[in-house]
């Protein structure tokens, strides 16, 4: 198989069932932004230290990538068509209670923080900025399922609390916002 089709070499691409829209499409923003988010979360996963916990997280990880993946195909298909794999209340409390786990360990916040610190936090900070553009976009996807933005919006929070995690069992500091910039 070939990867390139050619089909798209003047502007349009096909969404789930063939049906051709142009590249600006917002359900092809939408869906190419969890694919920009999705690859971040690639990128983190790459840098977690060779530990149990992190291979754990890196477990997680690879499920909510799976998930994202699906949250995709769910924003490239047509209204009046359905995807066989349809996002559940289940992937939601899946991410809930990730967050509930790992967020146990982590110090209160007393202050913003600043996205950053180690390698991996700092690949889920951005990956958590690229869901809240896809969020956004997803808004704008008409009849789009609403569990697709309820767990666009979780996901985010997800991200967060993982870069907090990583950076936590990393023992590196997280990046703070400083007030006095003189």
């Given at each position: 198989?070939?990867?390139?089709?050619?089909?798209?070499?003047?502007?349009?691409?096909?969404?789930?069932?063939?049906?051709?829209?142009?590249?600006?499409?917002?359900?092809?923003?939408?869906?190419g932004t969890c694919d920009e988010a999705n690859s971040m979360i690639?990128?983190?996963?790459s840098q977690l230290p060779d530990e149990d916990w992190a291979k754990q997280a890196s477990i997680v990880m690879r499920?909510?990538?799976?998930?994202?993946?699906?949250?995709?195909?769910?924003?490239?298909?047509?209204?009046g068509k359905e995807v066989s794999w349809k996002l559940k209340e289940d992937d939601i409390r899946f991410l809930e209670e990730t967050i509930d786990s790992?967020?146990?360990g982590?110090?209160?916040?007393?202050q913003f923080i600043l996205p950053g610190?180690?390698?991996?936090?700092?690949?889920?900070h951005t990956a958590r900025t690229i869901a809240r553009r896809a969020e956004r976009?997803?808004?704008?996807?008409?009849?789009?399922?609403?569990?697709?933005?309820?767990?666009?919006?979780?996901?985010?929070?997800?991200?967060?609390?993982?870069?907090?995690y990583v950076n936590e069992k990393m023992k590196v500091d997280e990046p703070v916002l400083h007030e006095d910039l003189s």
């Open positions: 198989m070939k990867i390139y089709t050619k089909t798209g070499d003047k502007g349009t691409t096909s969404l789930i069932f063939g049906e051709r829209v142009s590249k600006n499409d917002i359900r092809v923003e939408a869906y690639g990128l983190g996963i499920k909510v990538q799976t998930v994202l993946f699906h949250v995709g195909a769910e924003l490239a298909t047509p209204v790992w967020q146990e982590l110090k209160p916040l007393k610190g180690s390698p991996s936090a700092s690949a889920f976009l997803a808004v704008g996807v008409e009849a789009v399922n609403p569990l697709v933005l309820s767990y666009l919006n979780r996901l985010s929070d997800f991200l967060f609390v993982a870069a907090r």
